[in-house]
């Protein structure tokens, strides 16, 4: 008990630094009237935004509650509300600060640099640290209510369900903040930037752009709020199937102390991440990537020391386990287990950063291309995108068996909750970026001086690399922590054959020759599965292509019906613009979002009609692993292309010099065909790529609950 | 030996039937002297590039040929000699004909519809026959030359060797001559099209644009000589695994009469492909695709007939079969088996049909999306090339099941058998593309009335669905058939477990439990399989917007150097683009080739030095299926997108009508955006996507050569 105590003290502590970081931005100066009036309309679209999508998941959250109570039981239930509304909590809060933090960014832009970063920063940091703080106490508090208070062990199956709908209730609100946040995002960018950019030739971010506001809005509830959602799912799920791992593997008091593991080490990087964050301080060369890294690299490192002394101390580093299965090891390969989490997390950071980077050689390929077109710019930079997921691929490949050898299946969950436990750091340098870009658009609408528009700038372009690195973060960690889901799947699933009551649905199951290959519903198992992220990517495409030509549509009407727009002497409603796009998004999400809840109960039950129960199971198992393996290669490719675009239009503004030594400025030809580049890559990478993420997981989640429902 | 004497015979008469087509042709009327200097041009330039190619994958094949000698057998060497040879001879004599029919269409064309059909289709059905009849034919003669001549048990592991790197010759001509072929056709095609259509604003085909002969050589390369080498290896491998499965799976009598059922099979569609062929035949409604499909038809139906024919006459419909496994079934079921290959066969063409074809919803979709720019044209795009690939995989899915259902793994390789049969007919459709493509280039080139021009576009148009129908139908069983392959790698193994000698690799492996999901090799496996199309993909990608870029650079020279020939006073230097092209798409083609042929020993090698070789083949199993999984969804996406793209832009050529009534001409800002995707689809649907089909073959094929070689 007293390790709960301080698992839960330490989840405090983020909730106590968020207040702490909440008072400190809103003590900022909000600059002027103009100023405050375009963050207003900004704050209030967003609210409206959230306010609407959140209601329209808790209709389906009701449903699933009252599914979860009658199948399973009120503890269960009770699990699936604490992780919707905390996940739902954790976006909202952090939305909301980041909408107030942009104007106060961009005033603070106007004094200096640091200044800006440092509200920028702070705000992201109240984001991550209330990603992290939350999961952790969301599932330590009800763990804590479900053991020491209603007095169930730890290892009852009662604890477990409950766990596990918590996690269900993270992914349900992260499937769909995730891909309405990202249809409504990408549909006011590439609209606007079509109608504004394209066909009336005003800059972006223009006040005459009726799309400008809904562009800042499409900002935060993108990046923020819905990445947000994404990595407290994974850092919950990830958390959740650990402990499930650990109850089934492990027996007596080495149970409770590994299902107490993930949670502490979640709780030692709550602290390493606050401490972390004071680390990120300009220096003397002005690198604002550096003052980020700084950060990032003190908390990696303090993590390790925490996790050494977890493990030397607190476990011993040569006290012995073995799991049911018969793998043994020492707690000491715990230790380098978490390591190898580190270092995954750390290579997949460079990886992402050469594929989506200015200076290397991809994103130069693509600017190269544009020279000679858009044609080639596009099939450029689908090239680098299929290429960027080589490496990414080849390091999971790596920690996978790493990890295992050291300390077998256990051991990859330990990797794996090690590498989300820094969740709380990597938010914050995501949730800095829709921030900076928000300060910038604010900038440029209210008219400030050019001085502090080159500032946001130059803090919004570090936002576009920290974005682009979160999502290669966001991503291979999703793959891993769906690959410990799956673990998870197949442990309960032993777990239930072993304890089958006779005539039960998992009597006589042999999880040993089950997932064979060579048997045809594995086979077709994992083609199912393996098309799932290419329907649910196609489908998010064409929503993003939807709802930006509606956009188009409204900004057309507008600038037909009201003549003043273009001459500056009449206000644009960008009211009407938020509320289509709010409308859009919120229809476009519940179909695609629904595939993967939907599939593993359709594909159980058909093949349940046609076949043996095995032959179920065996092919649901073949889907989960199915979507992780597409979903791994469809979602980092659209990540990693998509910023590589955007970095390779971005090489055009301070002039690219082509491989003849001509210099192509904005403006030119080679210019407007790196622009289509970005214009594609925009759904690419920010709502088909990052929705593939909690897709992945969902399936493998909800593939869990299957079991503990057919197991009721 | 009857039956083996009918196979040979039925095979012979594809030849004869070539010989004859072949002759009918070239006695068609050559058009005038213009007419011939140009198809000339083509002729020479296509004759220089194969033969270059031949060179080059003679070196390769002559280190290969020398290692199967030496690690396997003389008969294994001779074997791999048998398929590469013959593959190269179906791909050469089709190519040949093919340029010599592209300038006899065209003056056909200037008497009448149907004349200029018929040349066309049947300088296809050269091509067709070829590939079906060569290697039924090479397969049927080796196999009769080791039992019936050397005396060897068919089920002798000598034969099974010899047949196995039969099917691997294949594979290497096939993958090099997709890559190579893909790359020189796009190379030409998108350089061709930057330069003269958006640069100097000439259009395709025009005779002052010095790529236009290399785009014409690149058609006939790539559509002609790669099809016919992927189709030549499918069908050769399908075939030979088939015969692997039946010799493992059956004993006696019966292990040899199913080892003869697929080249029986086989052999009769050779008879009604050739029948098939005599139903195409302009009907009184002038739908040139109604008379392919007549054709076609024609030959499914035949086709079934002959297979009821063949399980209840020869195999005796209620004759019982059972399978070392355990499976067992009565030949009907065989007879049900491959009536589900032909209908996968005509769901596929239907469905890509569909996503490819102008009438419908997806290209409809393209075409709308153009008109608000190039940026939501490519979006949408992508959205299509993803979303088709459901449908064909639910197919795939769902002909697997049943086969399995009905006759378990043999089930499946005989369905698979059976849509290959169809192999004739298929490749006739599609190699009639190219030759209507180049009768158009040359009616342009040779300033024919623009009555011959209208006709050959006419047949073009058709050609474009029946290459986009095709390529559905490659990939479908070339999926398939690798599936049928990784099933002789896992029988395979089985048997050489069973029959291992003590100390030998294969010793204590249990197949059974070898390819559990929860076994972290076979996750790494799964996972590097998966990246192999994707990381293949990107390579290709590059490749082609490098060679196009070479292109792009040698016609901007000549226009340079010789500024008569835009003014049409000065001829300009075709042969140097063609050579360019040859040298780059050759040195291009190599790296990416290897690439799946080392990767199973690579991994196998590796996964042997770090674990057991029971991970080891577990690891090598699980990537084999890898690729498959991943490769069939990256095919199918490239190639229905690249399709879809192409017939987008040709929606514009007759006007489009968008959603507001607007219609859309050629040379509108719609119409350019359209042609940026159009661009993009190039290399996606000739280079990248059908080259996945040889390396998904190439690696299992290359995994079984692998257990051969360990057993020896």
Redesign the interface.
Known sequence: MSELLVIIVCGLLSIAYGAWAIQSVMAADAGNARMQEIAGAIQEGAQAYLTRQYTTIAIVGAVVFVLAWVLLSGTAAIGFLIGAVLSGVAGFIGMMVSVRANVRTAQAASQSLAAGLEIAFKSGAVTGLLVAGLALLGVAVYYAVLTAGMGYAPTDRVVIDALVTLGFGASLISIFARLGGGIFTKGAD?GGD?VGK?EAGIPEDDPRNPATIADNVGDNVGDCAGMAADLFETYAVTVVATMVLASIFFSGAQAIELMLLPMVIGASCVVTSIIGTFFVKLGANESIMGALYKGFIATALLSAVALAIITFFWLGQGTEYTTTSGTTFVARHLFYCGLVGLVVTGLIIWVTEYYTGTGFRPVR?IAQ?SV?????N???G?????????LP??I??AG??VA?SLAG?FG?AIAVTTMLALAGMVVALDAFGPVTDNAGGIAEMADLPAEVRSTTDALDAVGNTTKAVTKGYAIGSAGLGA?VL??AY?EDLKYFAANAAPGSVFEGID????????N?????G???G??LP??F???S??A??RA??SV?EEVRRQFKEKPGIMAGTERPDYGRAVDMLTKAAIKEMIVPSLLPVLSPIVVFFIVRA?ATPADAFAAV??ML??VI??G??VAI?MTAGGGAWDNAKKSFEDGFVDKDGTTHLKGSEAHKAS??G???GD??KDT?GPAVNPMIKITNIVALLLLAVLAH
Chains 1, 2 share one sequence.
């Not at 689908?382 to 080589?390: C, F, G, P, R, W």
């Open positions: 590439v079509l394209v390929s291309a000679t077109g858009h044609g080639t596009v099939i450029q689908l090239a680098v995108s299929l290429e960027a997921t080589a691929a080849i999971i490949i996978i068996l295992h299946l990859i690959l799956f673990a197949t999880v040993g020759t089950l997932f064979n290959l060579s045809p519903y594995v086979v077709a994992l083609l199912f393996g098309l290419y329907l990517g196609g489908i495409m064409t993003v292509g930006a030509g188009v046609v198992g073949a692993l199915g393996v597409t791994l290669f490719s622009v289509t970005d214009t594609v759904p690419y088909a």
